[in-house]
């Protein structure tokens, strides 16, 4: 029996359903354990699909353009002479709940199931094994005229998270509530899907879940597509866009937003890009300069570099700082790790790498996750300023306008300068008023004074 | 530092605390002239003499009666029970006097006496011998229950029983009465209720005292073979239970798992397990597992009994089924 089930994989912590972009073996083909069978595209990227046995694909059961939900059979490889009519006519029917998630051990990887998504027998705590026939002679109590107990219901099945219930051990769930990790996207690897203490681990040294950024981003530079839209029509929603809304929505639903806007005044900082691309032949976005900026504030004032723990607050050791990026169909924040401690230069070639990956959708899941702070920029778009939502589980972004060139009044004189106006939300449970006003003070300090950034 | 047996550290805890205090005396069956069942009171009589070391006839709701009676006017009395399979017995006198009175008069009334013998499974005395009792006895407020896994603890221990104002119930073994180790030369003391890291490690918490630590220390042996350190806590003494040291352990390896000769059915490891999820709810990763006796009477047959009993590979399988491994 070599029949291998080609399951859905779970390919990014949050995903729950993935549509079939293109099989890249079709009906017929030889197939090796490892051999890519199909791109994916998830909630945050288009990922590869690898087969996990061998033989030929025998059936597409869901074809390119074909969407389905985590676990779900999608193909069958198998010998050329096995009988795989059972299997394919029970794929016709909807597939049973019970086959959902697969715990994946990476994000990155597919889940290894082909051993199909039969239920194991959910672990029963063992009972002392009582040999009958030798039971003590125990006093018979008196038949109960009570009611008989009930019988334990059947054990679920594992995996299933029913009803969203998600099973974790006691402490993997305070490791997940102490670091901020939504529990519900920890693939569990413990008994019928538990999540356990490694898993949280795992998960925690590929960084905590990251939504897709909020507020939009840089717009290519070239005059942004309209996409193909025919007015009047309904849109499917993309995986991508589901997860913008819902992350955004809670984001914006359950922490208490504020707004705190200032001008910067951008004078040195354009005079010093004009020298180092001028001199030195290096260019440098103002978007670069704002994530350093923002990276060294952050390490001033490690309550902006927070989270809201329910019963506290976490705070957290690196700066890492994503980047807004917009993509033909919504919008990713890659990640600049460690930014505080990156120079401008490494920053912007990260950020450039970056934004280009995401825009082809060939982000890899830890570049896109465990930010700490987010930054989103329009002034690419001449948007003099604007208000973005925060990027959960952090406390703060910064919404990042244009430098224009406008009349100041310097020395009672009115002349031409370069000011940028910054707007960062903040969320009231953690930062208040005055803080994220300290913060953004530092921030023009440091823009204001731009070769600080250099040093 | 000497090497002795358990057998010697405990003789030599009654001879000391005699020879150190007059209202101490020793009672029992066989305790004189024949020099203890097991051998514990060998030479006692020949020192301290019939007055202080008296054989008794076989009765012993009789013995625990006068130990009761003879704490209550202000002697000390070790009680020895041949077994404590016998000592269902003196339960009326120990559950119903020893442990009461203390509290029913208010202080006025003390029952400084230790009731002392070997309980649990020794070797094919089948099913009416080999019984362990500790989860008997720990249910009852009024008593402190010890069971020493070592000859330095089992010395250390019987010496502050003697010395503790309270009815002590001092549980040993059979088989550990020839295992030898390590006893301080000088005086030396025990507390009740203060337990023991055996064997530290960082990776389980195993819980076990008295034979079961043995069973215990040679799981972890094999576990670190394997890579797994465990960390083997003996309480020491049940009644009062030291389960700030189990929580401690706990809250480092984040899982347990509870060793015991007993039943499974209301075994005082459930109580321990009973502790440890309330107090360490957080920082558990795994159910707290227990391994236990059979819920059968002991076999007489040698195969059986060795699968009645908790086996080390039981304890492995324990452990690594806590550990989520294989």
Same mark, same amino acid.
């Given at each position: 029996?070599?029949?291998?089930?080609?399951?859905?994989?779970?390919?990014?912590?949050?995903?729950?359903?993935?549509?079939?972009?293109?099989?890249?073996?079709?009906?017929?083909?030889?197939?090796?354990?490892?051999?890519?069978?199909?791109?994916?595209?998830?909630?945050?990227?288009?990922?590869?699909?690898?087969?996990?046995?061998?033989?030929?694909?025998?059936?597409?059961?869901?074809?390119?353009?074909?969407?389905?939900?985590?676990?779900?059979?999608?193909?069958?490889?198998?010998?050329?002479?096995?009988?795989?009519?059972?299997?394919?006519?029970?794929?016709?029917?909807?597939?049973?709940?019970?086959?959902?998630?697969?715990?994946?051990?990476?994000?990155?990887?597919?889940?290894?199931?082909?051993?199909?998504?039969?239920?194991?027998?959910?672990?029963?705590?063992?009972?002392?094994?009582?040999?009958?026939?030798?039971?003590?002679?125990?006093?018979?109590?008196?038949?109960?005229?009570?009611?008989?107990?009930?019988?334990?219901?059947?054990?679920?099945?594992?995996?299933?998270?029913?009803?969203?219930?998600?099973?974790?051990?006691?402490?993997?769930?305070?490791?997940?509530?102490?670091?901020?990790?939504?529990?519900?996207?920890?693939?569990?690897?413990?008994?019928?899907?538990?999540?356990?203490?490694?898993?949280?681990?795992?998960?925690?040294?590929?960084?905590?879940?990251?939504?897709?950024?909020?507020?939009?981003?840089?717009?290519?530079?070239?005059?942004?597509?309209?996409?193909?839209?025919?007015?009047?029509?309904?849109?499917?929603?993309?995986?991508?866009?589901?997860?913008?809304?819902?992350?955004?929505?809670?984001?914006?639903?359950?922490?208490?937003?504020?707004?705190?806007?200032?001008?910067?005044?951008?004078?040195?900082?354009?005079?010093?890009?004009?020298?180092?691309?001028?001199?030195?032949?290096?260019?440098?976005?103002?978007?670069?300069?704002?994530?350093?900026?923002?990276?060294?504030?952050?390490?001033?004032?490690?309550?902006?570099?927070?989270?809201?723990?329910?019963?506290?607050?976490?705070?957290?050791?690196?700066?890492?700082?994503?980047?807004?990026?917009?993509?033909?169909?919504?919008?990713?924040?890659?990640?600049?790790?460690?930014?505080?401690?990156?120079?401008?230069?490494?920053?912007?070639?990260?950020?450039?790498?970056?934004?280009?990956?995401?825009?082809?959708?060939?982000?890899?899941?830890?570049?896109?996750?465990?930010?700490?702070?987010?930054?989103?920029?329009?002034?690419?778009?001449?948007?003099?300023?604007?208000?973005?939502?925060?990027?959960?589980?952090?406390?703060?972004?910064?919404?990042?306008?244009?430098?224009?060139?406008?009349?100041?009044?310097?020395?009672?004189?009115?002349?031409?300068?370069?000011?940028?106006?910054?707007?960062?939300?903040?969320?009231?449970?953690?930062?208040?008023?005055?803080?994220?006003?300290?913060?953004?003070?530092?921030?023009?300090?440091?823009?204001?004074?731009?070769?600080?950034?250099?040093? | 530092?000497?090497?002795?047996?358990?057998?010697?550290?405990?003789?030599?805890?009654?001879?000391?605390?005699?020879?150190?205090?007059?209202?101490?005396?020793?009672?029992?069956?066989?305790?004189?002239?024949?020099?203890?069942?097991?051998?514990?009171?060998?030479?006692?009589?020949?020192?301290?003499?019939?007055?202080?070391?008296?054989?008794?006839?076989?009765?012993?709701?009789?013995?625990?009666?006068?130990?009761?009676?003879?704490?209550?006017?202000?002697?000390?009395?070790?009680?020895?029970?041949?077994?404590?399979?016998?000592?269902?017995?003196?339960?009326?006198?120990?559950?119903?006097?020893?442990?009461?009175?203390?509290?029913?008069?208010?202080?006025?009334?003390?029952?400084?006496?230790?009731?002392?013998?070997?309980?649990?499974?020794?070797?094919?005395?089948?099913?009416?011998?080999?019984?362990?009792?500790?989860?008997?006895?720990?249910?009852?407020?009024?008593?402190?229950?010890?069971?020493?896994?070592?000859?330095?603890?089992?010395?250390?221990?019987?010496?502050?029983?003697?010395?503790?104002?309270?009815?002590?119930?001092?549980?040993?073994?059979?088989?550990?009465?020839?295992?030898?180790?390590?006893?301080?030369?000088?005086?030396?003391?025990?507390?009740?209720?203060?337990?023991?890291?055996?064997?530290?490690?960082?990776?389980?918490?195993?819980?076990?005292?008295?034979?079961?630590?043995?069973?215990?220390?040679?799981?972890?042996?094999?576990?670190?073979?394997?890579?797994?350190?465990?960390?083997?806590?003996?309480? #020491?003494?049940? %009644?009062?239970?030291? =389960?700030? +040291?189990?929580?401690?352990?706990? $809250?480092? /390896?984040?899982?347990? &798992?509870?060793?015991?000769?007993?039943?499974?059915?209301?075994?005082?490891?459930?109580?321990?397990?009973? #502790?440890?999820? %309330?107090?360490?709810? =957080?920082? +558990?990763?795994?159910?707290?597992? $227990?391994? /236990?006796?059979?819920? &059968?009477?002991?076999?007489?047959?040698?195969?059986?009994?060795?699968?009645?009993?908790?086996?080390?590979?039981?304890?492995?399988?324990?452990?690594?089924?806590? +550990?989520?491994?294989?």
């Amino acid at each position: 029996m070599t029949v291998t089930k080609v399951v859905l994989a779970k390919l990014s912590p949050t995903m729950e359903e993935g549509t079939i972009v293109k099989w890249s073996k079709k009906e017929g083909d030889a197939v090796k354990v490892g051999d890519v069978l199909a791109e994916i595209e998830t909630d945050k990227a288009n990922m590869e699909m690898e087969a996990l046995g061998a033989g030929v694909l025998r059936k597409i059961l869901v074809p390119a353009g074909g969407k389905a939900p985590v676990g779900n059979l999608i193909g069958v490889i198998a010998n050329p002479d096995e009988d795989i009519s059972a299997l394919v006519a029970s794929a016709g029917s909807p597939a049973p709940k019970a086959a959902a998630p697969a715990p994946a051990p990476a994000p990155a990887q597919p889940a290894p199931q082909q051993s199909a998504p039969a239920p194991q027998a959910a672990p029963s705590q063992p009972e002392p094994q009582a040999a009958r026939p030798a039971r003590a002679p125990q006093a018979a109590p008196p038949a109960p005229p009570a009611p008989q107990p009930v019988p334990a219901p059947a054990a679920p099945p594992p995996g299933e998270r029913d009803g969203g219930r998600v099973k974790a051990s006691p402490l993997a769930r305070s490791m997940a509530a102490q670091q901020n990790i939504p529990l519900a996207s920890v693939p569990g690897s413990g008994p019928g899907g538990r999540i356990i203490k490694r898993d949280i681990e795992a998960w925690s040294t590929g960084g905590p879940e990251r939504p897709a950024a909020p507020g939009p981003a840089p717009a290519p530079s070239a005059a942004p597509a309209a996409p193909a839209i025919t007015p009047g029509q309904d849109i499917p929603l993309s995986n991508m866009r589901k997860t913008i809304a819902r992350r955004l929505s809670e984001s914006m639903f359950t922490s208490p937003h504020f707004y705190v806007t200032v001008e910067i005044d951008m004078d040195a900082a354009v005079a010093l890009r004009e020298q180092l691309l001028q001199g030195e032949n290096v260019k440098v976005s103002f978007n670069d300069l704002v994530v350093k900026a923002c990276a060294k504030a952050l390490t001033r004032f490690p309550m902006v570099n927070a989270s809201w723990a329910g019963d506290k607050i976490t705070t957290h050791g690196d700066v890492h700082v994503g980047v807004a990026v917009a993509i033909p169909d919504g919008l990713i924040t890659p990640v600049v790790r460690n930014a505080d401690r990156k120079a401008v230069t490494e920053i912007s070639r990260e950020v450039k790498d970056l934004a280009a990956r995401a825009k082809e959708k060939k982000l890899r899941p830890e570049e896109f996750m465990g930010s700490t702070f987010t930054i989103s920029n329009l002034g690419m778009l001449d948007v003099v300023e604007f208000t973005a939502i925060i990027n959960p589980p952090e406390s703060a972004i910064l919404a990042v306008g244009a430098v224009r060139k406008q009349p100041v009044v310097v020395d009672d004189a009115i002349r031409i300068g370069h000011r940028m106006r910054v707007t960062l939300s903040s969320d009231h449970r953690v930062v208040d008023g005055a803080l994220a006003a300290r913060f953004l003070a530092d921030v023009r300090r440091l823009l204001e004074n731009p070769v600080s950034l250099f040093v | 530092m000497a090497v002795l047996t358990m057998r010697e550290a405990l003789n030599q805890a009654m001879k000391e605390e005699m020879a150190r205090d007059p209202t101490v005396f020793l009672l029992g069956e066989e305790v004189g002239a024949y020099q203890g069942a097991y051998k514990i009171t060998q030479g006692l009589l020949a020192q301290f003499g019939e007055w202080r070391v008296r054989d008794t006839p076989i009765a012993e709701e009789a013995i625990a009666g006068v130990a009761v009676g003879a704490a209550f006017t202000g002697l000390r009395p070790i009680a020895e029970m041949m077994t404590f399979n016998f000592s269902l017995l003196a339960l009326d006198q120990i559950v119903n006097h020893a442990a009461k009175y203390r509290y029913m008069s208010g202080g006025q009334v003390r029952c400084p006496m230790v009731m002392r013998g070997p309980s649990g499974a020794a070797a094919q005395v089948a099913a009416q011998h080999s019984q362990a009792f500790e989860s008997w006895y720990v249910n009852i407020p009024g008593l402190v229950v010890v069971m020493p896994s070592t000859p330095r603890d089992a010395k250390g221990l019987l010496k502050s029983a003697i010395r503790d104002d309270n009815p002590v119930i001092f549980m040993e073994n059979e088989v550990l009465y020839n295992f030898k180790g390590e006893v301080p030369d000088e005086e030396y003391h025990i507390p009740l209720g203060l337990g023991d890291v055996k064997r530290q490690g960082k990776d389980v918490t195993l819980v076990a005292w008295s034979r079961s630590v043995v069973t215990a220390m040679t799981a972890a042996k094999t576990l670190a073979e394997q890579g797994i350190e465990a960390e083997v806590v003996d309480p #020491r003494t049940l %009644r009062p239970l030291d =389960d700030d +040291l189990i929580f401690e352990s706990v $809250r480092k /390896t984040n899982r347990c &798992v509870v060793v015991e000769e007993g039943w499974r059915l209301a075994g005082f490891g459930g109580e321990i397990a009973d #502790r440890v999820q %309330r107090e360490c709810f =957080d920082h +558990l990763d795994a159910p707290v597992l $227990r391994v /236990t006796a059979e819920d &059968v009477p002991m076999p007489y047959a040698k195969a059986l009994e060795k699968s009645y009993l908790p086996q080390a590979d039981e304890v492995i399988a324990a452990v690594k089924k806590v +550990l989520y491994i294989q």
